[in-house]
Nanobody
């Protein structure tokens, strides 16, 4: 069982940056791809990006490509989502999630992720 806790959310002006962290406990962190998802009020949860178990492969949604960067530090059981050039459309609750890596490709499908954090709020003002 892996427990994930997100942190780093907050209120930022459009054009600004935030860095989210996802800290894991209770499992072997490097056994999992770590994905990031977000959910805006009244909308479905959507994929943001994912980092492979070793950190060498990434996948992003088109809406954040070039602005957001996923990374991880397996020695600290922590993943990161660096968000730059934020817009009000990036507002939402951001979640990290873990997907077992064995025979597993990177995925943008939330149902393929087993463990989830409770989320951290990001609000971008115009």
């Amino acid at each position: 069982q892996v427990q994930l806790v997100e942190s780093g959310g907050g209120l930022v002006q459009a054009g600004g940056s935030l860095r989210l962290s996802c800290t894991a406990s209770g499992g072997t962190f490097k056994d999992y791809h770590i994905g990031w998802f977000r959910q805006a009020p009244g909308k479905d949860r959507e994929f943001v990006g994912v980092n492979s178990w070793g950190g060498g492969r990434v996948l992003y949604s088109d809406s954040v490509k070039g602005r957001f960067t996923v990374s991880r530090d397996n020695t600290k059981n922590t993943a990161f989502l660096q968000m730059n050039i934020l817009t009000p459309e990036d507002t939402g609750v951001y979640f990290c999630a873990a997907k077992f890596f064995h025979n597993s490709e990177l995925s943008d499908r939330d149902y393929e992720y087993t463990f989830w954090g409770r989320g951290t709020q990001v609000t971008v003002s115009s």
